[in-house]
T-cell receptor, first 112, second 110 residues
Framework: DADVTQTPRNRITKTGKRIMLECSQTKGHDRMYWYRQDPGLGLRLIYYSFDVKDINKGEISDGYSVSRQAQAKFSLSLESAIPNQTALYFCATRDGGDTEAFFGQGTRLTVV | GQNIDQPTEMTATEGAIVQINCTYQ??????LFWYQQHAGEAPTFLSYNVLDGLEEKGRFSSFLSRSKGYSYLLLKELQMKDSASYLCAVRVYNTDKLIFGTGTRLQVFP
């Protein structure tokens, strides 16, 4: 099983719908991140969390919300999806200190 | 604010050496990561530098100069499977955010 699991892997939804992307990890890491990736724009940070009670906005948080239900789970919600939120979304986790981030396999979201 | 620059695309020949540069300007610096990402897949960790100098790991090496806000990733003995995007990321001091550059797409030709 993957250390960082994202569900769903692919999703097509309609404009205005609420959608939740889920991320769970078995690595025991305290830090979790949500990124979106668009062609030519790289990975952009949406939200990040250091523990259940510590959630922070990233560079592009407008239109998104998150929930850290447990140390192992970090969900990203689009309250009212719009077409320019069509992107590849990645969840990542890392431990504190000089450690690398581990990524989930990504969720490809299409808003029509 | 944060700004990380990398070339958009590079090409190279199998067996050759290629250097991918990354320059950064951040409000606080606490380490630089290099990741490899094949199309449609998750990024995977390649290297980490927090002090000036060269870190070597097999065919891959990464260099950092903090005073110049500059890093490079050196790939030796290129193989076809090295065709991928290479992402430079900076860990921001005091916030522990990981900020990524736009990535460099490398194509290796026979």
């Amino acid at each position: 099983d993957a250390d960082v699991t994202q569900t769903p892997r692919n999703r097509i939804t309609k404009t205005g719908k609420r959608i939740m992307l889920e991320c769970s990890q078995t690595k025991g890491h305290d830090r979790m991140y949500w990124y979106r990736q668009d062609p030519g724009l790289g990975l952009r940070l949406i939200y990040y969390s250091f523990d259940v009670k510590d959630i922070n906005k990233g560079e592009i948080s407008d239109g998104y919300s998150v929930s850290r239900q447990a140390q192992a789970k970090f969900s990203l919600s689009l309250e009212s999806a719009i077409p320019n939120q069509t992107a590849l979304y990645f969840c990542a986790t890392r431990d504190g200190g000089d450690t690398e981030a581990f990524f989930g396999q990504g969720t490809r979201l299409t808003v029509v | 604010g944060q700004n990380i620059d990398q070339p958009t695309e590079m090409t190279a020949t199998e067996g050759a050496i290629v250097q991918i540069n990354c320059t950064y300007q951040t409000s606080g610096f606490n380490g630089l990561f290099w990741y490899q990402q094949h199309a449609g897949e998750a990024p995977t960790f390649l290297s980490y530098n927090v002090l000036d100098g060269l870190e070597e790991k097999g065919r891959f090496s990464s260099f950092l100069s903090r005073s110049k806000g500059y890093s490079y990733l050196l790939l030796k003995e290129l193989q076809m499977k090295d065709s991928a995007s290479y992402l430079c990321a900076v860990r921001v001091y005091n916030t522990d955010k990981l900020i990524f550059g736009t990535g460099t797409r490398l194509q290796v030709f026979p």
